[in-house]
Each structure stands twice: as structure tokens, then as C-alpha cells.
């Protein structure tokens, strides 16, 4: 049998200009037990990267701060004090950086997020003054800022528990410090190749290859594993 997954996307199920691999198709359309997609991005692109895989839309978005299983959506963060902040931040001449649509967090529920060309002094110093705990954290693919309580682990922890799982059944992968707390909690963790720092120290092992290739590999690991 093979596992259940927790993967991000960023990085983890995508190339290095960013698109999503084919191979998720081949390799994830019928993976036989859950795959729990987790990422920083905002509620509707794990929804529909599942929708798009035919898979049940089990999804943990905004770092942690939307769980979405059997139907349940469950918004576990305040945006409030993230939007005081970047209020602020732009008051303050900083600039969010996404450009007039911004759709990056059109649909962002509990937290908001920065393009990495937006000033990260300035934010990270209006962000140590807010009223409310808050934090930023660098994806390497914008800056979010969100609560500290909320985290992909602690998400992980519900999803698996509503699905009938230990978290310590999935095997997690990912690339970013934002992946960290989902790799506490699942019982086997790796990072990709091009993962940061943090990323790398707290998984169980750093593969050899990067972005997709990397994820791939290990998948065709897993299953052959189960066999």
C-alpha cells in the first residue's frame, strides 16, 4: 500500500520557471490513499488543482490558515492585524507588488502576501510594531504575513484526524521554511533539492533532485515500496 500524502506545491510539484509538472497528472491522478495538497497559496488553487486531478479536495491553504476536508471549510486565522500591517507598510511607502488586479490576495482569507520585490526591511520592521502578534515568513516566492499560530502542521493535524489518520502516517514534501512544521508532525519528511536552509535541516533526508524531479522520483520510490 502505498501512503498518504502532505505536499506542497511551490517548488515541490512544479518546474523551475514555476508551472505545474505534467507528471503530477500521471503520478497523482490515482494515488491510492490521501493526498493532502498544502500550500501558502490562497484557498482556490489547491481546490482546484485537486478538482483538476479528480481527486477528493483535500487541501490545507494559506500556510495553515484554511483546512478544507469532506466538504468542511474550517478558517482558523484573523486577518485583521496581517492587513493592519501591510496597511501600514504602504503607508509607510512600501509597495505589496503584485500590481492593480492583485490576485494574489483577492482571495486570501487569513493572511496577505508580498512580492519578494517588496522592501522586506521595512515590512519586517512595521511588522515587529503591530498591535497583534503576527510574523513573515519567506517562501521564497512572496513574504507572508500571518499569525504565528498558525502553521501547515497544525493544519495537518486536523486533516488527518478528519480523514481517520495519524499525521504520522503521511509522508511530507516540500521546499520551504513554511514546510518545516508539516514535516514535525508527518512520520517521514524530505526536501527537494532546491529547498531552503530550514526547509532542509528539519527534513527526515534532502533528495537528490529538485523541484518535480525530485518529488517524482520519490513517489516511484514510495510506490514500489508499497508493491
Do not use: C, Q
Not at 499560530?149 to 484526524?161: F, T
Amino acid at each position: 500500500m502505498v501512503p498518504p500524502l502532505a505536499l506542497d506545491i511551490d517548488g515541490t510539484l512544479t518546474t523551475p520557471s514555476g508551472r505545474i509538472d505534467p507528471r503530477v497528472f500521471e503520478l497523482l491522478a490515482d494515488w491510492d490513499a490521501p493526498v493532502v495538497f498544502a500550500t501558502g497559496k490562497a484557498f482556490p488553487y489547491p481546490v482546484a488543482l485537486a478538482h483538476f486531478l479528480g481527486r477528493p479536495e483535500t487541501v490545507i491553504a494559506e500556510n495553515g490558515g484554511i483546512a478544507y476536508v469532506d466538504g468542511e471549510t474550517a478558517v482558523l486565522g484573523d486577518p485583521a492585524v496581517p492587513r493592519a500591517v501591510v496597511a501600514a507598510f504602504e503607508a509607510r511607502g512600501g509597495e505589496v507588488g503584485w500590481g492593480a488586479g492583485d490576485a494574489v490576495n483577492r482571495w486570501r482569507e487569513t493572511e496577505m502576501a508580498l512580492s519578494l520585490d517588496a522592501d522586506e526591511a521595512l515590512l519586517r520592521e512595521v511588522a515587529a510594531t503591530a498591535d497583534g502578534d503576527v510574523e513573515v515568513v519567506d517562501t521564497g516566492y512572496a513574504y507572508h504575513v500571518k499569525s504565528p499560530d498558525l502553521s501547515k502542521g497544525k493544519a495537518l493535524d486536523r486533516v488527518a484526524d478528519a480523514v481517520g489518520l495519524s499525521p504520522e502516517a503521511f509522508v511530507a514534501v516540500g521546499d520551504s521554511e513554511n514546510d518545516a512544521s508539516t514535516f514535525a508532525v508527518a512520520g517521514e519528511s524530505y526536501a527537494v533539492a532546491n529547498a531552503d536552509a530550514t526547509a532542509r535541516e528539519a527534513a527526515d533526508a534532502v533528495l537528490d533532485e529538485a523541484y518535480m524531479d525530485g518529488t517524482a522520483g520519490l513517489l516511484a520510490d514510495l510506490r514500489e515500496r508499497g508493491e
